[in-house]
């Protein structure tokens, strides 16, 4: 793991937040006060609740044993998997997020493999091939750069035995940005006493501000990822099959969901003959 010199205690958005529109600077995002409050705006228990064995199901269905969490953040999803028996390898671009997702896996008898890595340049960081890459928690749309979202897709695709299945999701930004914010909060940030809501979105950006008990407030800047160009991008670099599901289901209307779980297959499927 490496070693936090300092913890940054205030973010940084300049005299122009809604200007900041830049992949890279997640990492100064997730700044130590902010990653202190995550497991509070998550609550794991109310969020596995709300899951159930969805993720665990579809990875099982697949035979899939050994999974490269992408996303890692505080280690939820890491630590729920190891629990499940699987063979986990956990990576995120934020060494606050490691470091956190470590201390959750001792407390709860794991030891994290953990590594601090760039999407764009995964598999200069990251060895062997998975049966399965998992993205959750939104954190695709910390990509502004659309050179930034294939290379990353690329790179999800690479790590990826010829039959292996990428998990990816987002907030259903299309509801968004075509009818306004609304949001039940009953799945992803299911901490009753956080409020999380945007503060400014245009086709550009969703800044989210995360207000909790205490009176402190964070921010995120995002990119608002339509779900139709999210599948798109998915088949140009080589993902055979998309399946994607509203907040745990197969069948919803299209505005309903808070957030869209793309199952995406890599396994190659021939054209059938007319």
């Not at 992949?23 to 202190?36: M, R």
């Not at 109310?46 to 992408?70: C, S, T």
């Not at 086709?203 to 205490?214: H, N, S, V």
């Not at 907040?247 to 779980?261: A, G, N």
Request: proline content about 3%; hydrophobic content about 30%.
């Amino acid at each position: 793991m490496p070693e936090l010199k300092e913890r940054d205690t205030e973010q940084n958005y300049g005299e122009k937040p809604t200007e900041v529109r830049d992949t890279d600077k997640y990492v100064e995002e997730y700044i130590g006060g902010f990653v202190d409050k995550w497991d509070e705006l998550i609550d794991w228990k109310q969020r596995a609740d709300a899951e159930g064995r969805f993720f665990i199901e579809k990875l099982k269905e697949r035979g899939a044993k050994r999974i490269l969490d992408v996303a890692t953040g505080t280690g939820f999803h890491s630590i729920s998997l190891l629990n499940e028996g699987f063979d986990v390898v956990s990576a995120d671009g934020s060494p606050e997020m490691l470091s956190k997702a470590f201390a959750n896996g001792r407390r709860q008898g794991h030891i994290l493999r953990t590594a601090q890595a760039d999407w764009r340049w995964l598999n200069q960081d990251i060895y062997g091939r998975f049966d399965a890459v998992i993205c959750l928690g939104n954190s695709f749309t910390h990509l502004f750069n659309e050179n930034d979202r294939r290379k990353a897709l690329a790179e999800f695709y690479a790590a990826l035995r010829h039959d292996g299945v990428l998990i990816l999701d987002q907030r259903n930004y299309d509801a968004i940005l075509d009818n306004g914010f609304s949001s039940k909060h009953s799945y992803y940030y299911c901490g009753d006493q956080v409020k999380a809501e945007p503060e400014h979105v245009d086709e550009g950006l969703a800044r989210f501000r995360y207000d909790f008990p205490d009176g402190s407030s964070y921010y995120l800047n995002m990119f608002p990822l339509r779900k139709t160009y999210v599948t798109g991008l998915m088949q140009q670099v080589g993902f055979q099959s998309i399946t994607t599901y509203g907040d745990f289901k197969e069948t919803y209307k299209h505005e309903e969901p808070d957030f869209f779980i793309h199952v995406a297959e890599k396994k190659y499927q021939p054209e059938q003959s007319s």
